[in-house]
């Protein structure tokens, strides 16, 4: 090697390797983005109360749907849905409590508004009662999903811990390392299909493994029903939670997950 092609060599040696260490750089931090710095999943979450208690739903999904874990969450009343706010969000949440009073606060053009969100491609996650709001049993239900409640007459029997036992596509798409996990249960629809001829069938993520039979339900009718399922509404993706694991004891990342996957857009 000449002098002259040596030097040249070792001018153009500095430039390659900030090429270089730029590019492996540029790499590693597209690799190690936060959640938070990546494309948030816009939540709207369903509270008709003045104001939620410490423990209510509303509050404990507030916990864990922050921005590092790369959610923006919005809490919205009945009347602002009425008047077109899910419009802005790509998921909407209809946490515990009745859902018959769901949809008595929705109104009859609350509830189509929602199914409308629904069918031109946004998300919708039911938490137990809005499981019920949900189902296609009822004269106030949504429909959005091709179920209906087994035991319906025995809906209140009792709450507490059960476990539940996962699908493989339910361990995969809620990142559940494990195929069977513990979840409290609050007298949360027992989902089993509805077949109806206009709404296409869900897909079963996790179903009861064990059950509460209490205030008169009878044992064995809950085990074997299901717990977590999903499906498509035309064009948007509905996810219902029977049990609770928004709650302080979760697993809080089953119901993360969840919503992940509805708000987003096929």
Known sequence: MTFSVLANFCRRLPVALAILFSTASFALAEETKTPAEKKLVRVALYSHAEEEGATSGPTNLQRFLAP????????????????????????????????????????????EIVKQFVREGGGYVGICAGSYLASAQYSWSLGIVNAKVWDRSHWARGTGEVSLALTPTGSDLLQCEADKIKVYYGQGPLL?????????????????????AKKGAPVGAMVGTHAIVRTMYEDGRVICFSPHPEKSGGPNFLMMEGIRWAGSRP
């Open 68 to 111: 590092e874990n790369g959610f923006q969450v919005t809490i919205v009343s009945p009347a602002e849905i009425r008047s077109g706010v899910l419009k802005d969000f790509d998921v909407l949440v209809m946490p515990g409590g009745s859902g018959s009073l769901q949809a008595k606060k929705l109104e009859e053009s609350g509830c």
């Open 192 to 212: 089993v299909p509805h077949n109806s001829p206009d709404l296409p069938g869900y897909e079963v993520l996790a179903t009861y493994e064990t059950e509460i």
